[in-house]
């Protein structure tokens, strides 16, 4: 079993940044492919970035291309989201989730264990 824990989420202003962490223990972190999801109020939670096990594939959701970088450090057992040019937009409930195999997946049921989120508020 894996536990993830998310941290990094805060409130911050259009055009900011913010960078989310993802702790994982448990079974081997760089065995697993992982991703990040977001889930705003009202409405049903999304891709938003993904990465293979040892960060040679990343995917991102359009709308967070070219903004968001998603990155992993396997000696720490950590994933990142960076978060840059932050809109009203990306106003959610962050989640990390761990994927059932090495390859990156935009699909949520590609994945099988999830932290229990962090919070992301960008104000206009």
């Known amino acids: 079993q894996v536990q993830l824990v998310e941290s990094g989420g805060g409130m911050v202003q259009a055009g900011g940044s913010l960078r989310l962490s993802c702790a994982a223990s448990?079974?081997?972190?760089?065995?697993?492919?992982m991703g990040w999801f977001r889930q705003a109020p009202g409405k049903e939670r999304e891709f938003v970035a993904a990465?293979?096990?040892?960060?040679?594939?990343?995917f991102y959701a359009p709308s967070v291309k070219g903004r968001f970088t998603i990155s992993r450090d396997n000696a720490k057992n950590t994933l990142y989201l960076q978060m840059n040019s932050l809109t009203p937009e990306d106003t959610a409930l962050y989640y990390c989730?761990?994927?059932?195999?090495?390859?990156?997946?935009?699909?949520?049921?590609?994945?099988?264990?999830w932290g229990q989120g962090t919070q992301v508020t960008v104000s206009s």
């Open positions: 990465i293979s096990w040892r960060g040679g594939t990343t």
């Open positions: 989730g761990k994927g059932r195999t090495i390859l990156a997946s935009t699909v949520e049921n590609e994945y099988d264990a």
């Open positions: 448990g079974r081997t972190f760089s065995n697993y492919a």
